[in-house]
């Protein structure tokens, strides 16, 4: 790695002119090959300093998950891990901010958090990786966010796109509008209600009024337009991901029975578990559901493209 990095120099490149080079002393820049490896291996000791909590990390973006059978219990637990973060920050030579910091309770009292000097106040919602997480579990911040985006690119799209083809404003509706539903689609769209589907479904649409030049409100042909153009709607983007997520995980449902052959058993479903309550809300207990409706075929398949293209037949 030192003969790799010694003596590296970087420069911008702009249609053939060059910039005057340099380099860098400290670090190994980003997008180079060695820079993910170097920080999972320097990251890695982080994951193991606290015991008291479960760290979930995704590049340098990370939270703790930390219980207490007590909220004494629990406010202690905090504590004692915020002090091992900022020990671990300081021994890496790296400053944890402790003003983009955020702590949130799930049916517990949490008490505000000192770090470095800076009260960190608990609040009803965080943002994580792009998903709004609720104290009460429920989506409803992130379905309005989603649905303002959806519905401000749809008037972009009416504006700055209006003299593009059909196929070309396809494209940007996809970019545009299609990705934001998509985008974590698996950590809420499973959860979401009848009503919170609807105002997502009625935003997606005027995307779709757009590509079309449509008026903003009254009857418009929604679904033969969708089909027009190949896009899906929302109710088809959240059947589509689940499937494709419960052909995934094919290898966690248990398909070797023990005694008569049934019609289920040919068809590799398995008996559905109890959804009550917070039951119904665990994901790995909705894909059952899913997985049984899988074409026995699709089940077998082990291609990623072929079960990919025959889910999406299924779906859409």
Request: with cysteine; hydrophobic share 35%.
């Amino acid at each position: 790695m030192t003969n790799y990095l010694q003596g590296c120099t970087q420069f911008v490149d702009v249609e053939g002119v060059h910039s005057e080079s340099w380099t860098m002393d400290v670090g190994v820049g980003q997008g180079k090959r060695l820079s993910a490896d170097l920080f999972n291996l320097g990251t890695l000791s982080n994951a193991l300093w606290s015991l008291l909590s479960h760290l979930v990390q995704y590049a340098d973006d990370g939270g703790d998950v930390i219980s207490g059978s007590t909220d004494s219990e629990l406010n202690e637990n905090i504590r004692l891990t915020a002090t091992a973060r900022t020990t671990w920050f300081n021994l890496a030579g790296l400053t944890l901010n402790a003003s983009k910091s955020e702590i949130i309770g799930f049916g517990s009292h949490i008490e505000p958090l000192t770090i470095n000097g800076q009260t960190i106040h608990p609040t009803s919602s965080i943002k994580f990786l792009g998903l709004t997480i609720q104290s009460n579990l429920n989506f409803q911040k992130h379905v309005d966010d989603i649905s303002n985006k959806m519905r401000s690119a749809a008037g972009r799209l009416r504006t700055e796109c209006r003299h593009l083809t059909l196929s070309d404003k396809r494209t940007v509706f996809n970019g545009w509008i299609r990705s934001l539903p998509t985008c974590n689609a698996l950590a809420y769209l499973p959860h979401l209600n009848s009503s919170q589907l609807q105002q997502l479904n009625a935003a997606y649409n005027s995307g779709i009024r757009s590509i079309f030049k449509l008026p903003k409100k009254g009857y418009a042909p929604i679904t033969e337009l969708c089909e027009r153009i190949r896009v899906p709607n929302i109710y088809q983007i959240k059947e589509y991901s689940i499937l494709l997520e419960a052909w995934r995980r094919r290898s966690s449902f248990n398909v070797q029975f023990i005694g008569p052959t049934t019609r289920g058993r040919a068809k590799l479903n398995v008996p559905l578990p109890n959804t009550k309550g917070m039951a119904g809300k665990i994901l790995s207990n909705i894909l059952v559901e899913y997985w049984n409706k899988l074409p026995t075929e699709t089940k077998l398949e082990n291609c990623p493209n072929r079960a990919k293209y025959a889910i999406r037949k299924l779906a859409f």
